[in-house]
């Protein structure tokens, strides 16, 4: 077998219809359809400031190159990376992050757990009865937020892929949380807010095993360290589960997603409505009087050390 478009040696076999495509024709295909998103769903503006959040795994690291392909283009758009260092022992290391943004002349900002909330998410984990992966989510929403507006960014773009977002829609639905899944999509939330910065999905309908395959081919220094606290969270399992029945019936995955989409209009007018506060502590918009990051730096400080 050769790549549908060349002759080539293929490098991948795209799901659904059996098209195998080369190293250079796969490149292609990728970016084609990263930029293909962002002008369908009007992801990004002239003059806008991008903040790009990155974790140095792979998906973040292609969705930067495909930011820093755009604002090579245009030349109106502006690129800034925004790192969280959680503190997560023999897992977050951000040197080749911080190499990669000196060498490619990327303004990088890193903010860390620790001088924002007074402890690594190490020492948090061990003061709350949350799962690690539901505390950290909390704390890092809030932090890329104020970050990103601090930072006068106009949206924020987010390495999200259609595996993640296929498991959003079913670990919501799982839930019974359909407020949640209105607020997905390939750009977040049901109406606009000036605290909220708008998170744009470039990579929303490429699945997880192209974004990796993009990532070996570019060559970017990702770290491959997997966090040790991924195994304990739920969307482990989600995960786990749709890639079972990915195996068995493919397409699965761009299904979910393809009807996802075509739903997501109503799901948002049913809760467009949906009141948007601010925190009474901290001042970022939320549902309720106090934010659930504020909840939780509460329970933190109130709390001695768990004995382990
Ligand atoms: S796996 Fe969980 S704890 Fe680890 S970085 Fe991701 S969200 Fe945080
Ligand atoms: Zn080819
Ligand atoms: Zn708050």
């Given amino acids: 077998m050769v790549c549908k478009n060349c002759s080539l040696k293929p490098v991948i076999e795209l799901t659904n219809n059996n098209v195998k495509l080369c190293k250079s024709c796969f490149v292609k295909y990728f970016e084609k359809k990263a930029f293909r998103t962002i002008s369908k769903y009007n992801l990004i503006d002239s003059k806008d400031v ?3 959040a990155v974790s140095g795994g792979k998906d973040s690291f292609a969705v930067l190159n495909i930011i820093s392909l755009l604002a090579n283009k245009k030349r109106d758009i502006k690129v800034k990376v925004i790192a969280i ?14 190499k990669y943004c000196k060498e490619n002349d990327l303004d990088l900002n890193i903010y860390s757990f620790k001088k924002e909330f007074g402890m690594s998410l190490d020492i948090i984990k061990d003061k709350i009865h949350l799962k690690p992966c539901s505390a950290c989510g909390v704390l890092r929403r ?10 006068k960014v106009d949206k924020l773009a987010t390495g999200h892929n259609l595996d993640d977002e296929a498991q959003n829609v079913l670990m919501n639905l799982f839930r019974g949380n359909l ?3 209105a607020r997905l999509g390939p750009t977040t939330g049901v109406r ?6 708008p998170r744009i999905k470039p990579l929303y309908f490429l699945m997880e095993k192209e974004v990796a395959t993009y990532s070996f081919i570019k060559k970017f220094p990702v770290d491959f360290n997997e966090c040790p606290n991924s195994k304990k969270s739920y969307r482990s399992e989600v995960r786990m589960l749709l890639n079972n ?3 068995k019936q493919n397409g699965t995955k761009n299904a979910i997603i393809n009807s996802f989409i075509e739903e997501l209009p109503l799901l948002k007018k049913k809760f467009e409505n949906a009141e948007i506060r601010s925190c009474k502590n901290c001042g970022e918009p939320c549902s309720s009087d106090i934010c659930k990051a504020c909840e939780l730096i509460e329970t933190i400080k109130t709390k001695p050390l768990k004995k382990i």
Wanted: aromatic content about 8%.
């Fill in 192 to 197: 606009k807010d000036k605290k909220f910065i």
């Fill in 85 to 98: 260092d959680e503190g997560i022992q023999n897992y977050r290391d951000l040197n080749l992050l911080k």
């Fill in 179 to 181: 407020e949640r899944s």
């Fill in 142 to 151: 809030l932090l890329l937020n104020s970050k990103a507006r601090e930072l």
């Fill in 50 to 52: 991008i903040g790009v």
């Fill in 245 to 247: 029945f990915e195996q």
